[in-house]
């Protein structure tokens, strides 16, 4: 069984085998202790000064928990968004009330920064910018550091959504001026999903002083009281801090750049793998992420019956494509506990199968 | 070691060796089944024919989810507070901009009937009622079926917090007519914590659909919309539902009436022994929970002195007092997976630990 979407990713045994540990008090020192290792091990993964939070929700949870603490009902967002959960960021604000103007891109495509200035340019009164480092539904990768420049020129606040890149593409936060980034478990930390992590800027902390949006379980004062003192605001998913705690020591073992560089080679064979089944790409590849890979389906050819023969006759998980992109691309997940091999494998199983849908492999 | 607090509470050797199971796609086939299983075994235990969600968070998060999916801002709500998690339940709503009259009592003791009545009386206006069935904090246990019954006859909407009581405690949520009731994962079911389950009722169902309060995360039309698909609307806490599935199956061959009569057993036999020992109980004993038993500590010992020693010299982790009750009580959980030799233990070791400071136990 292999297990290749774009999370959950499929933990090293020392995680799973830590997931087993029976229960501490969340409220006694070995814990306190935990909580204290794992915030500075995450803080060293987001390359922050900051602060970082560990949440207990999946995360959906930490993009909610950036929009409720920075603004108030009524304030001007711009979003910037090449995706489904680019979407998601800008419509979780608009529920809480924000006036949000939606630059949409191309899905595939990845964000143009002409757009951006002119969006920034046309509308003074924007207070924060909404983006997706790493869109997850088409495979993209933004210039972070480009349109995280461009938007502290305007001195916007910048909320990010990096659930499927941080600790996998090199994302320096505090170098490049972002103000709450978000991350989630499931991805590139290589632990079960059910925790978000997200990093609070001093930027950040002077709009949340300000922000009225209601919040209880995802106020940030709530939890930087609590984090201050080595705990968390409400009872903890302990058995995944427990996870974390082992996953960050492999992650700083193998060392952030090499974990990057192992990614960045990974993503490029499969891309080419791809590339040389005579499959089509569904990214740019200028911007094509280096944890997911969307491909498209030949004509006439519904993904998601590739992905059903993948999993059926080679024990393969492929995703599929969500809303407009349903039965139309399937994603190859390359993150986190990830090889070669791994790579390798979906390849040769594909090489099999994509005939069997009368495609032809090119010789 | 032992860990005798009202949650997280010991999990079971097969809860924990599910615990590090590899992860699996949480869009596929095998994951809809553990979805569809689960939720019908919540619903068996929650003793309802409506909806149950389980979500991806603490408990604290499903009681803001039984908060901002019934209510508007503004909407008038009666707090019936015995304790911390009382005020908590409140301020989450006045967060949201709800109109909260707080009625409190005395810690230590429940509910009273009577006051309920009274404020129902004075004020037509109110729309919804805010309970706490077991209150963690003091080890009380509200008579929830009569409150129920007298919110019933006034026509509200009841939300209760049945975190520490669900599952241990007799509370069938249809019967009783009970609206919106939250539990946790790491309580009476026996995983750990990071999930919270909640069920809603039809009356539930016609307040959500004029509820104003802002929501993305918590949204109860987004979790059923994927519920009845056999899906999370978010990707979920993955290991916690394969732990929650083997734990529901450890339930219900056990049997409802055969947990609820072990747990008062074993509630009554904890306080016979904190009486044997001479110490008094912090609660009304009318009311006295059968999860958790408050004790108060002899004058001039701080009750934290004590918790460190049983820890220290015996490994047995007791809970503390919250809040203005910090330093002057200490607890002893018991609920979940617990036996009587558990409390015979925690009694002996505090029959050894209490002459220590200075107390006097009764020959």
Redesign the interface.
Known sequence: ?S?R?P?????PDEV??I??????????KEFAELVHRVTLGTKEIFQTNGDVFVL??????GM?AAVVNTMSPGDKVLSLSIGVFGDRFA??AE???ADVMRLRFEWGKAVDLDDVKKALDADSSIKVVLVTHNETSTGVTNDMEAIAALIREYDKLILVDAISSLGCIDFPVDKWGCDVVVT?S?KGWMI???LAMVSVSDRAWKAHAEAK?????WDFTATKKSTDKDQTP???????FYALDVAIGLLLKEGLQNIFTRHARIGQKTRDGVKSLGLSLFADEKYASNTVTAIKSPDGVDANDIRAMM?KDYGI?L??GQQALAGKIFRIGHLGNVCEADIDDVIIKLREVMPKFGHKIPS
Do not use: D, N
């Open positions: 069984m297990l979407i999370g959950p990713t499929p933990c799973l085998k997931m087993s540990r029976q229960m501490i008090g969340h409220r006694g207990s929700s999946s995360g959906t949870g909610e419509t979780i529920r809480y009330g989630g499931q079960p999903p059910g949006m209601p919040r209880f379980y409400w009872t903890p998913a302990v058995s995944l999993l998980t995703a599929g």
